[in-house]
């Protein structure tokens, strides 16, 4: 049986409902893409590294049969969210899922005393989150469907010493993402923070942590599949902030407790 006219009309309109992933070229972000792709949806993908980009696409198109865009941009340059966000109005690209997963580790706060650095990173890490949510979420919440998944960490669930950014960044997504969620939900919009422990992806190897995750025991890293899949299901069920992996599961509750918290408040130790 054909589709009538007003079928038709319909399904185009839900073909054109991207999914747009940042930080989309490799590790959780190319595994949302390949997730999704799966599920139907049409992507948006925004990494730096257009080549690889390019590539995740082809094999994504041919793969799963979906139409799959590519913008090469720089999400720590302060004017990329807008730039992003014109054209994918411009193209008529509705976002229908948000993945905000670009990141890095970043410098330390302390003992990197170049600003612009600790400035870039606080662009990527959070600046652009916010602005992605500030573009994105009210589209959304105008058509009564949405679905927002920004990457934290359990890094964000307890504090330690160390290099005081890349926690305390990934707290501020937690607490943007649970905020969000409160007020977006009963408008047909699930925010979601999604807070992987130790993942099987490039991110060690391109922040120079291989010698540590080398030295550390299997048990405590997780495939990139298995937390993407968590996010998925998670935001989808409405929670506001989704642990991944069952060990950091057991753990986040003793995390959070104030009756364990201070114990696992370890002070550095002098040089």
């Not at 390949?34 to 390019?54: C, F, M, N, S, T």
């Not at 949510?133 to 307890?158: D, K």
Request: hydrophobic share 45%; with cysteine.
């Amino acid at each position: 049986m054909e589709d009538t006219p007003a079928q038709l009309v319909s399904n185009a309109m839900i073909e054109k409902r991207y999914a747009l992933i940042t930080g989309a070229s490799s590790g959780l972000g190319a595994e949302f893409a390949q997730q999704l792709a799966a599920l139907g949806h049409p992507l948006i993908l925004v990494a730096r590294r257009e080549e690889k980009l390019a590539a995740l696409a082809s094999t994504l198109h041919e793969q799963y049969g979906v139409a799959v865009e590519v913008i090469a941009a720089d999400l720590s340059q302060p004017n990329t969210p807008q730039k992003v966000a014109t054209l994918c109005s411009a193209s008529g690209w509705q976002v229908e899922w948000l993945i905000n997963n670009a990141g890095v580790a970043g410098p330390d706060l302390l003992k990197d005393r170049d600003w612009s650095q600790q400035h870039t990173f606080y662009q990527l890490m959070m600046l652009s989150v916010a602005e992605m949510c500030h573009l994105f979420i009210p589209s959304m919440v105008e058509r009564g469907q949405g679905r927002v998944i920004n990457i934290a960490s359990v890094a964000a669930r307890v504090p330690r010493s160390g290099g005081c950014n890349y926690g305390p960044a990934k707290a501020y997504v937690v607490a943007l993402s649970e905020e969000l969620h409160l007020s977006v939900a009963g408008q047909g919009v699930n925010v979601t923070a999604l807070c992987p422990g130790f993942t099987h992806t490039e991110f060690h190897e391109t922040a120079g942590l291989m010698d540590m995750k080398n030295n550390m025991a299997k048990w405590l890293w997780y495939e990139a599949k298995v937390v993407v899949c968590d996010g998925i299901n998670g935001v989808e069920d409405g929670k506001s902030v989704v642990v991944s992996g069952r060990l950091y599961r057991w753990l986040d509750p003793i995390f959070q407790s104030v009756w364990t918290r201070r114990f696992l408040r370890i002070k550095a130790r002098p040089d």
